[in-house]
């Protein structure tokens, strides 16, 4: 057996009342939150609290769908280094949200599971309804009320809980995410890949970093400067930090050819002007990774 389910995370404000959820079927749900937290808190108390939930049944294979990339990259990859090095990062800096960290580290020894990327807010059945009640929980908080804890596993024969198992993924297999594909969903997927990669949390760690850059990676920088992977682990390594970021607002997404996807979008950061921002994503054998970004300041009216 397989208990399929999806795990997300909402904070009104972020920060501010947040709230998580994970989600199987109307009869195998849980929800939980705080009055103040992060988005990423949610999503990363959603997979715990799901690994809690099904503790009981230690050889059940968990198929677990995140609209988060942060939450599954932190498991499936980043986790094991931060605790090698006492849950610092690369940098010497304490990593975030390192008590949920722990406590999932500990959550998942022994247990078969794999994480599946899916778009948000997008209709996907179980997301919207993780999303739903993580996103309730987060108003209760708000409001003063006990959010609906909702029944837990129950082990009823929902369809999803109810899905054949497959073999039992191999350890590779559970370090990192599939490939995704080119098609459809490749707006999602490179939107998704350029908020982490913006994340300023992830900017300040060029092992975190690297994950997104493609090997020949090359940016023509805001200032008219040139950077590639060897010259931002420099930087980083000193102890400098790279360009501040902001909210994104996409202008266009066009898929050039199978392998290449091209993001444009308009970036207000809070030390600079606006900017307009161009990011190629390239897909390869490890997935689809940051190839060649410019930066340029808008040109004033």
């Known amino acids: ?40 808190m949610g999503e990363l108390q959603a997979v715990l609290e799901l690994f809690r939930s099904t503790a009981h049944l230690p050889d059940e294979e968990l198929k677990i769908l995140c609209d988060s990339q942060y939450a599954i990259n ?16 690369a940098d010497g800096k304490q990593v975030l949200n390192q008590d949920i960290l722990k406590e999932l580290d500990a959550a998942i020894q022994g247990r ?48 999803a809980a109810a899905t054949p198992a497959k073999a039992p993924a191999s350890e590779a297999e559970q370090a990192a995410p599939a490939v995704p594909a080119a098609g459809a969903d490749f ?27 493609h090997p020949s990676y090359q940016e023509v920088t805001r200032h008219g400067g040139l950077l590639d992977v060897a010259s931002i682990s420099a930087l980083l390594d000193a102890g400098s930090a790279l360009p501040s970021t902001g909210d994104m607002q996409v202008l266009a997404t066009r898929q050039i050819s199978d392998e290449m996807v091209l993001l ?38």
């Open 112 to 159: 078969k599971y794999t994480f599946e990327w899916v778009k948000g807010h997008a209709g996907h059945e179980l997301n919207e309804a993780a999303d739903d009640h993580a996103r309730a929980a987060a108003i209760a908080h708000q409001e003063g009320t006990a959010p609906d804890a909702g029944p837990g596993y129950t082990g009823g024969a929902g369809p």
């Open 74 to 89: 932190c498991i499936s990859k980043w986790m094991p280094g931060w605790k090698k090095r006492g849950w610092k990062k």
């Open 1 to 40: 057996m397989t208990i399929i389910a999806a795990a997300d995370g909402s904070a009104l404000g972020n920060p501010g009342p947040a709230g998580w959820a994970w989600y199987v079927d109307e009869e195998n749900w849980a929800a939980g939150g705080w009055d103040h937290g992060t988005n990423n």
């Open 187 to 213: 707006a999602a997927t490179v939107y998704e890949l350029e908020l982490g990669f913006l994340d300023p949390q992830i900017r300040t760690n060029f092992t975190e970093l690297k994950d997104f850059l």
């Open 264 to 301: 444009a979008y308009r970036m207000k950061p809070a030390d600079a002007q606006v900017l307009v921002v161009s990011s190629w994503w390239q897909l390869g054998a490890n997935g689809w990774k940051l190839r060649f970004r410019q930066e340029t300041f808008q040109q004033q009216a």
